[in-house]
T-cell receptor
Framework: DTGVSQNPRHKITKRGQNVTFRCDPI?????LYWYRQTLGQGPEFLTY????????KSRLLSDRFSAERPKGSFSTLEIQRTEQGDSAMYLC???????????FGPGTRLTVL | DQQVKQNSPSLSVQEGRISILNCDYTNSMFDYFLWYKKYPAEGPTFLISISSIKDKNEDGRFTVFLNKSAKHLSLHIVPSQPGDSAVYFC??????????????FGEGTQLTVNP
C-alpha cells in the first residue's frame, strides 16, 4: 500500500457519457501526476500539479479531458463525451518532495462500450 | 517517438537463477532512471532507481546498472523467485534535482519465474 488511493477502481460507461475519477495522494506530498496506461504499453504522462496549480499538460490531454486539484489536496480527472479509445487504466502518482520516485495508486480501469 | 524502449516483451527464467531485464533510451537529457514492477489490476510499484552520476545501485536482490555512453540500463534480480513474476517497467526523467519531473516509461517486460 503506497498510501495513494483512487476511486472508483473500475468504471464501465457507454460512449458519449462523462466520467470522473478521484485521486487522494499522500497528504504531505505537494506534487501529483496523472498517467494513462493502455494494454501492452507503459504508463503515459497526462498532467502534473504542484499544490493546486496545474503546471504541465500532455498533448494526450484533449479538450475532452480536464483535471483539477482544489486546495492542493485530492485531484479529479474528468473525461467528457467518452470514446472507446479512452478505455485504459488511469493512474495517479504522488512523489515525496525533492524526489523523482513516484508512488502510484491502484488505478482506475475505464471501459467505454 | 519512443524515448525509452524495452525490446524484450517477455523473459522466462528458472527459480534461483539470475533475471536480467534491459532498457535503452534515446534522450540524452534523461538523468534519473527507475524500475517499477506491476501486477495485473494494480498500480506500478517502485523497485529501485539510479542517478546518472552513478553506474550501479544495489538493493537486496535487485541491482541496476547504467551505461550512459550506450544509453542502456539493466535490472538484475538474483536469485529470482516465483513471486518476482510480473511486468517490469523502466522509466526515466529529466532533472534529478528539479521538481516536476514527469516519468517516461518503456513498454514493459513480462518476467516469468518458473519453480
Amino acid at each position: 500500500d503506497t498510501g495513494v488511493s483512487q476511486n472508483p477502481r473500475h468504471k464501465i460507461t457507454k460512449r458519449g457519457q462523462n466520467v470522473t475519477f478521484r485521486c487522494d495522494p499522500i497528504s504531505e506530498h505537494n506534487r501529483l501526476y496523472w498517467y494513462r496506461q493502455t494494454l501492452g504499453q507503459g504508463p503515459e504522462f497526462l498532467t502534473y500539479f504542484q499544490n493546486e496549480a496545474q503546471l504541465e499538460k500532455s498533448r494526450l490531454l484533449s479538450d475532452r479531458f480536464s483535471a483539477e486539484r482544489p486546495k492542493g489536496s485530492f485531484s479529479t480527472l474528468e473525461i467528457q463525451r467518452t470514446e472507446q479509445g479512452d478505455s485504459a487504466m488511469y493512474l495517479c502518482a504522488s512523489p515525496p518532495g525533492g524526489y523523482n520516485e513516484q508512488f502510484f495508486g491502484p488505478g482506475t480501469r475505464l471501459t467505454v462500450l | 517517438d519512443q524515448q525509452v524502449k524495452q525490446n524484450s516483451p517477455s523473459l522466462s527464467v528458472q527459480e534461483g537463477r539470475i533475471s536480467i531485464l534491459n532498457c535503452d533510451y534515446t534522450n540524452s537529457m534523461f538523468d534519473y532512471f527507475l524500475w517499477y514492477k506491476k501486477y495485473p489490476a494494480e498500480g506500478p510499484t517502485f523497485l529501485i532507481s539510479i542517478s546518472s552520476i552513478k553506474d550501479k545501485n544495489e538493493d537486496g536482490r535487485f541491482t541496476v546498472f547504467l551505461n550512459k555512453s550506450a544509453k542502456h540500463l539493466s535490472l538484475h534480480i538474483v536469485p529470482s523467485q516465483p513471486g518476482d513474476s510480473a511486468v517490469y517497467f523502466c522509466a526515466a526523467s529529466v532533472g534529478r534535482e528539479t521538481s516536476g519531473s514527469r516519468l517516461t516509461f518503456g513498454e514493459g517486460t513480462q518476467l516469468t519465474v518458473n519453480p
